[in-house]
């Protein structure tokens, strides 16, 4: 497998607002309901032998522990950590107590330092594990700025402390970043957002880059094994689109390269999941080297469906109307 390996050094890099380097292209960790812990971990161990040196985790995905082991390995082989961009997320109901969650994945991924940690969803809301998607909890809200204020000053804190290096939002919108960035001592260096050529959101992208915040982008083939809760009659599949199709047919390679490709030349970093190694490994290659054209590049860019594939509806509050309200598609949000 030697032959499969890539040189991390040839993987661009994207500059962040404090002069921090990230890779263009991360390993995501979310099993969804498809694989097992032990099956991410596995891949988590194998990708760093390809070259994969960001890693994409979450509390909230249950396997941290999992992949701490991988990550010692990962360490033991001669990789030092300083070459690793290991991120993690606090979960919706630990809005009241980051730092002590923050600690707890330090310690189940065996690490002093996470260099993102983003801020989940930018609500309380939260579900149980493995819910269908018409479960509701009664305690869900509306977003409320006083309380994403409050809990953004605890990741404020764990930079302050060194426990983390960057932090990041994640499922935002743009009047909920406009909102918000006004009153935050510690910017967001990233936002993770859902990216993919079916949902390009590029008012969304083009407002973070504007205002210097990386765009990560989860689901950046469509993810075809997310839950099938997250999963309506209407979603675009993304490498069925003829668009996509063409240009994969041009290139030699499967539609899923193509989607990668996109995303990495329009400046997003995406996080691509599998447990498969020659998947992986392709996932890794496709950043550097044979590029679409500009032609092709603006294919893709004019076939944007406005398809949002993680619509969220297991946070709803009582009394919202459906999904769209988590999303400010009026243009508004509550305060």
């Known amino acids: 497998m030697s032959n499969t390996k890539i040189s991390p050094q040839s993987v661009p890099q994207r500059t962040l607002y404090t002069g921090a380097k990230m890779p263009c292209i991360g390993m995501g960790t979310f099993g969804s309901d498809r694989f097992s812990h ?7 161990e194998g990708a760093a032998e390809v070259g994969f040196r960001l890693f994409d985790c979450a509390s909230v995905y249950g396997n941290e522990d999992k992949i701490g082991e991988s990550f010692k390995r990962i360490m033991d082989s001669g990789i030092k950590r300083e070459e690793l961009f290991i991120q993690s997320k606090v979960w919706n109901d630990k809005h ?16 002093d330092y996470l260099d993102m940690y983003y801020l989940h969803w930018p ?51 743009v009047p909920k970043m406009e909102a918000v960035l006004p009153h935050l001592r510690i910017q967001p260096a990233a936002n993770e957002m859902e990216l993919h050529p079916s949902f390009q959101q590029p008012e969304l992208f083009e407002y973070c880059v504007k205002h210097n915040i990386q765009p990560v982008a989860f689901c950046p083939i469509g993810s ?25 047919k041009a290139h030699n390679v499967h539609p899923a390269v193509i989607c990668l ?13 599998s447990i498969y190694r020659e998947q992986y490994t392709s996932n890794l290659r496709c950043a550097i080297e044979d590029p679409l054209t500009d032609n092709e590049m603006k294919m893709i860019a004019s076939a944007n469906k406005n398809c949002r594939l993680i619509k969220g509806q297991v946070f709803l ?17 509550t305060k």
């Open 96 to 111: 009241k107590e980051v730092v002590a969650s923050c600690k707890q994945t330090l310690k189940d991924l065996g690490l």
């Open 38 to 44: 032990e099956d991410v971990a596995a891949a988590v």
């Open 224 to 248: 075809p094994t997310r839950p099938d809760r997250d999963k309506t009659p209407d979603d675009v599949a993304d490498i069925e689109m003829p668009e996509i199709v063409e240009i994969a």
């Open 123 to 173: 609500f309380p809301n939260y579900h149980a594990p493995g819910c269908d998607g018409d479960s509701r909890n009664p305690d869900s809200r509306p977003f409320s700025l006083d309380e994403f204020l409050s809990t953004w000053t605890q990741l404020e804190q764990l930079v302050d402390d060194g426990l983390v290096r960057h932090i990041g939002t994640s499922n935002m919108t």
């Open 317 to 333: 509050w009582p009394g919202a109307t459906d999904w769209q309200d988590l999303w400010d598609l009026d243009g508004t949000i």
């Open 261 to 273: 490709k996109w995303a990495v030349q329009r400046g997003q970093v995406p996080i691509p999941f």
